[in-house]
């Protein structure tokens, strides 16, 4: 089974940037279903971000056009670019693993985390 470990949260300020990493062990992800999600307090985890082994992608309507998942197979390691960043993206994210497609619902088998991303206004 794989082993998920996200990295890169931060600090930022509204309208900046973070790149968050996933990296993977014990499997390869080419052979998974790879997705972000995010969670506040209170409230239930959020797909955003979601590709598949073909090159599929698909994302949330808060985060299209700003976001993007991407994975590097060689280096086990899935992504995701964070540009023009809002408060209201403040969460903890997560990425997940399933080697069934569920897109952006939280029916993943396997999980990191996570890592804290606050925007400030």
């Known amino acids: 089974q794989v082993q998920l470990e996200e990295s890169g949260g931060g600090s930022v300020q509204a309208g900046g940037s973070l790149s968050l990493s996933c990296a993977a062990s014990?499997?390869?992800?080419?052979?998974?279903?790879m997705a972000w999600f995010r969670q506040t307090p209170g409230k239930q985890r959020e797909g955003i971000a979601v590709?598949?082994?073909?090159?599929?992608?698909y994302y949330a309507d808060s985060v299209k056009g700003r976001f993007t998942i991407s994975q590097d197979n060689h280096k086990n390691t899935l992504y995701l670019q964070m540009n023009s960043l809002k408060p209201e993206d403040t969460a903890m994210y997560y990425c997940?693993?399933?080697?069934?497609?569920?897109?952006?619902?939280?029916?993943?088998?396997?999980w990191g985390q996570g890592t804290q991303v606050t925007v400030s206004s």
């Open positions: 997940a693993a399933d080697r069934v497609g569920y897109l952006l619902h939280p029916w993943y088998k396997y």
């Open positions: 014990g499997d390869t992800i080419s052979t998974y279903y």
């Open positions: 590709g598949d082994s073909d090159g599929q992608t």
